[in-house]
């Protein structure tokens, strides 16, 4: 049995409460960060065997709500280390078909306290090099989350596929799309299938410099039968490694170049072949293959195609919940992907779990200042299942008009 197998007592009131975090992604390190800074004990739990075990994707869009989540959760030189190494590509969100006609533009508007005007790029890996700083000795590796017991004294016990086990007052299932906790607190629940598969790549900038107009925040471009591309640019406004020194020497980040995303994405039929094929595929058969979907596309975006990274691509089955009711909060709840998995198709569904890290924490800090933590767990999941299933609901609605997402059953 492995060393981190322990019982944290509870004590005579909750203020010495100890959470424990099933997933390290996005919304369980923000909500351990958060936690740290508020005093609270915290363990996570994370199947992968280490930090960087996969890859996890690239460039997402960091919006207000995301922003103002990790400048509550971070620490201050964390947060402004956030902000210095994100890319900052404007507000402007285009549209256009395969010719390149321009089918629709918006500037979204501007926060103007929120750095970047509220619309921050970052780099996937570099986010979460931050969001683990100082959790070294929280974070656990190798350890998935089998099931769960809520105990005779409210406590609560994780178990994990080793046989290991831990137990706190509190157990958040932040554990993603395919989440434990949640197959069994909220068995109801469903993910589905949204009908769309992607081919997620990067572009080196030092390879291609894509048209102008192209290097928007987020441009889509929609060919015949809704076959799209999707492109945002990563340019960084100084080298990682000078940021993290100049800023907070203590986080440790590995040194990446500018690139442009470049995510192909279809319905699955339109695929020439099977999802265990597709799923098979090396990144220059991936290659070919986008480049096959693309033939007869304006050439500027033939172009971006070919000049993929080849090793970068990987394909994503896009899933989204159904919204459902709350649960009936004990010792347990969930958080991001494990309860209001989205399709990208509005770019929020690391947003939402960074605002459902952020509400969650405020709450666990009232409980752990002597309120009652079935209220304070209903509280937060009236409100994240509020807003989280309405950014389901948009996030289907605008991937179905777009690019033909299946409507939500
Ligand atoms: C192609 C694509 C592009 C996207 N772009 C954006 C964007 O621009 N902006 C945006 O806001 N969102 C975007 N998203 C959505 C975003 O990636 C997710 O919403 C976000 O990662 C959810 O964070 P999470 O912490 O809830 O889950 P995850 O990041 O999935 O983390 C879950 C963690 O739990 C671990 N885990 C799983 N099962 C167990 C278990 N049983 N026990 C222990 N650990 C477990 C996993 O290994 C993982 O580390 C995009 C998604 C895709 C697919």
Redesign the pocket.
Known sequence: MRPFSFVVEKGPNVSDMHVII?????????LAQGLRQAGITVSV????PAAA??N??Y?????PD?ITALRELLTPPAFELFAATSATPGARMATYDHRLDLVHAQELPLVPDLPGGGHL?VN?LTLRQILLSGLDKAVHYG????RYDVNPSGTVTAH??DGASATGDVLIG????????RKQYLPQAQVVDAGLR?L?GKVPFAVHQAPPELLGL?TTVVGPQRRFL?L?PVRYREPMRQAAARIAPEIELSEDSDYLVC?FGARRELFPCSDEELFAMDGPRLRALTLSQVAGWDPALVEIVSAQDPVTIFP?T?RTSVPTAAGRPTAVTL????IH????AI????????R?ACLLRAQLVQAAGGRSLDVVLRAYEEEMTDYGFDAVRESASRGHSLVGQDPLP
């Open positions: 099933a997933g390290g992604g996005l919304g369980g390190l923000a739990y994370e199947k992968d075990f996969r996890q994707g460039r997402i869009r960091i919006n995301g790029a996937r350890a998935r989350l089998t994990f596929a932040a554990d993603g799309v395919n989440s434990a906790v992607l997620y987020w999707g945002a995510v994503v896009v958080l991001g992907d494990a998995v989205m399709s990208p770019g929020v569904g690391a947003n939402t779990a960074l459902d």
